[in-house]
T-cell receptor, first 109, second 113 residues
Framework: KNEVEQSPQNLTAQEGEFITINCSYS?????LHWLQQHPGGGIVSLFM???GKKKHGRLIATINIQEKHSSLHITASHPRDSAVYIC???????????FGTGTRLTIIP | KAGVTQTPRYLIKTRGQQVTLSCSPI?????VSWYQQTPGQGLQFLFE???????NKGNFPGRFSGRQFSNSRSEMNVSTLELGDSALYLC????????????FGEGSWLTVV
């Protein structure tokens, strides 16, 4: 079992829909990152969380430390949100980053 | 301010050769980390440097090595290249690497033939 599991692996939705991507992890962590990767490779850090909830524009990220679970929500989705979203956890203790396999999101106009 | 810069962006090498990739972090960032991304294994952590010292290392063979210079610029080297080393190599920088936002470069696409 991977230390970081994401679901779904692929998600296709219509423009305007509310999107939720989930991340579950099995290790103790000091922080969790949500990353966005567009075709061509570049990765952008969206959020870094250690507790609670953060919001940036149409994106919201939540984390439940007790349940070892985080969600990334996108409100009023737009075709430009189409990308791969990756969850990464920083292991408590050795501080190494471990990545989920990513969720490929496609928003259809 | 300038982002994380990686060079070269694309390169093709032959099996058995060695390759050096370079990363210039954001000014003021002291932590540089390296990652390998392949379709089969996804993103994997290679190593992290902070103030010229390797602070963390992933589960890669000794053919993969790196270093960091006094100006925080970093290089990674892969010796005796194998076909399976074909990947996107990403560098990221942060203020101290532990609890700060990480900023990624565009990556270096390595093809081994």
């Amino acid at each position: 079992k991977n230390e970081v599991e994401q679901s779904p692996q692929n998600l296709t939705a219509q423009e305007g829909e509310f999107i939720t991507i989930n991340c579950s992890y099995s290790v103790g962590i000091s922080a969790l990152h949500w990353l966005q990767q567009h075709p061509g490779g570049g990765i952008v850090s969206l959020f870094m969380l250690s507790s609670g909830k953060k919001k940036h524009g149409r994106l919201i990220a939540t984390i439940n430390i007790q349940e070892k679970h985080s969600s990334l929500h996108i409100t009023a989705s737009h075709p430009r949100d189409s990308a791969v979203y990756i969850c990464a956890v920083r292991n408590f203790g050795n501080e190494k980053l471990t990545f989920g396999t990513g969720t490929r999101l496609t928003i259809i106009p | 301010k300038a982002g994380v810069t990686q060079t070269p962006r694309y390169l093709i090498k032959t099996r058995g050769q060695q390759v050096t990739l370079s990363c210039s972090p954001i000014s003021g960032h002291r932590s540089v980390s390296w990652y390998q991304q392949t379709p089969g294994q996804g993103l994997q952590f290679l190593f992290e440097y902070f103030s010229e010292t390797q602070r963390n290392k992933g589960n890669f063979p000794g053919r993969f090595s790196g270093r960091q210079f006094s100006n925080s610029r970093s290089e990674m080297n892969v010796s005796t290249l194998e076909l399976g080393d074909s990947a996107l190599y990403l560098c990221a920088s942060s203020l101290d690497g532990q609890r700060n936002t990480i900023y990624f470069g565009e990556g270096s696409w390595l093809t081994v033939v």
